[in-house]
T-cell receptor
């Protein structure tokens, strides 16, 4: 079974430029998560989707970050404009969404460097 | 909101020794406590988890204990091997599918 797929794996941009990250969850997984991981720290949730609906986006900086999950499968996370402090690893995870034994499986992440 | 503290931040052991990592949490509503292993350049991988209705769970060389009254849980790795070297994160959440709040991580080094 294929795991969570993310692209690109690495991205280097200049500040004020836009950037987008793509995630394809495990087949059949209804719940999708975007986490932010700063260097030397644990991941922090940005947004959680159940199918197409964003059910937890309280930690998403909505002035510059946006996300979408059209058709309830793939998801895109966008930053516009990027700031120096956005340099981090952006992790996507998915879970079955069945409620019990709902393990979150993580992708390899996208490492963003903002110059 | 939930706050998870993890200790130690670094841990170095000799191959074959045991390693123990401890975490405390603040929200009594948390019922799910997973442990993830993260190797360099990879995403976190679940190694074991425990729910609040269980006090201890074991999977081969890995065990987790939970004290819900004291709000702390621990990861125990026995007979450590060099391939156990990685960063380990504890986390807590209300349910397995909800927001995970992670600790700061423990860099475990197993010396041959």
């Amino acid at each position: 079974e294929a795991g969570v797929v993310q692209s690109p794996r690495y991205k280097i941009i200049e500040k004020k430029q836009p950037v987008a990250f793509w995630c394809n969850p495990i087949s059949g997984h209804n719940t999708l998560y975007w986490y932010l991981q700063n260097l030397g720290q644990g991941p922090e949730l940005l947004i959680r989707y159940e199918n197409e609906e964003a059910v937890d986006d309280s930690q998403l900086p909505k002035d510059r970050f946006s996300a979408e999950r059209l058709k309830g499968v793939d998801s895109t996370l966008k930053i516009q404009p990027a700031e120096l402090g956005d340099s981090a690893v952006y992790l996507c995870a998915s879970s079955s969404g069945t409620g019990f034994e709902d393990t979150q499986y993580f992708g390899p992440g996208t490492r963003l460097t903002v110059l | 909101g939930e706050n998870v503290e993890q200790h130690p931040s670094t841990l170095s052991v000799q191959e074959g020794d045991s390693a123990v990592i401890k975490c405390t949490y603040s929200d009594s509503a948390s019922n799910y406590f997973p442990w993830y292993k993260q190797e360099l350049g990879k995403g976190p991988q679940l190694i074991i988890d425990i729910r609040s209705n269980v006090g201890e769970k074991k999977d081969q060389r890995i065990a987790v204990t939970l004290n819900k009254t004291a709000k702390h849980f621990s990861l125990h790795i026995t007979e450590t091997q060099p391939e156990d070297s990685a960063v380990y994160f504890c986390a807590a959440s209300e349910t397995s599918g909800s927001r995970l709040t992670f600790g700061e991580g423990t860099q475990l080094t197993v010396n041959p």
